[in-house]
Structure formats: C-alpha cells, structure tokens
C-alpha cells in the first residue's frame, strides 16, 4: 500500500542541527550554570579529584557534575538517578 506517509530515517545526520546548543535557547538558565561553574577555581574550594589520577578508569572531571547537580536543584531533581535519567533524554543537559 503506497498510501502511507514514508517518515524519514533516523539514523541520517541532517534531521539533527550540528550541535545540541543550537536546541537551547540564550536566555536558558543552563548557559548561566555553565559560565558561573566554568569561573570558579574548584581546586581551591575543595573540590577533590580536580586533577586526574594516574590510575583506575576516567572519571567525569568535577566541574561537570558540578554543573548537573546545580541544574538539578534548580528544577527540583533531587535523586540522582533521576538527573541520570534526564542527562539521556534531555538536551538541556547533554
């Protein structure tokens, strides 16, 4: 039957814009989290792990989950699987 409506496939690149940024705004609170943690020193507010180890698996660098977390309390995200979760699905954080 040719009658159907044929979607597009959608492991073709160009149905996607070249970067997630251009899906968020410049007025988004996001790009706010992201310049204030990107000023901080984490090293001398304590943070550990600032500098990679030498051994064991790559971690995520601090300043990233820094930035989940605060995104997380602004939008009430309190359980961290639950901020997992939204890493995945949404654009705002990936």
Do not use: W
Not at 48 to 54: Q, R
């Amino acid at each position: 039957m040719k009658r159907f409506v044929q979607g597009d496939s959608r492991t073709q690149s160009f149905l996607r814009p070249e970067a997630f940024d251009d899906y968020v705004t410049d007025t988004n609170p996001v790009r706010v989290i992201d310049v204030f943690v990107d000023e901080l020193d984490l090293h001398k507010l304590g943070f550990e792990g600032v500098e990679p180890a030498l051994t064991g698996r790559p971690s995520y660098h601090p300043e990233v989950m820094l930035k989940i977390y605060i995104y997380g309390y602004l939008n009430r995200i309190q359980s961290s699987r639950r901020l997992e979760r939204e890493a995945h699905r949404n654009v705002e954080l990936m």
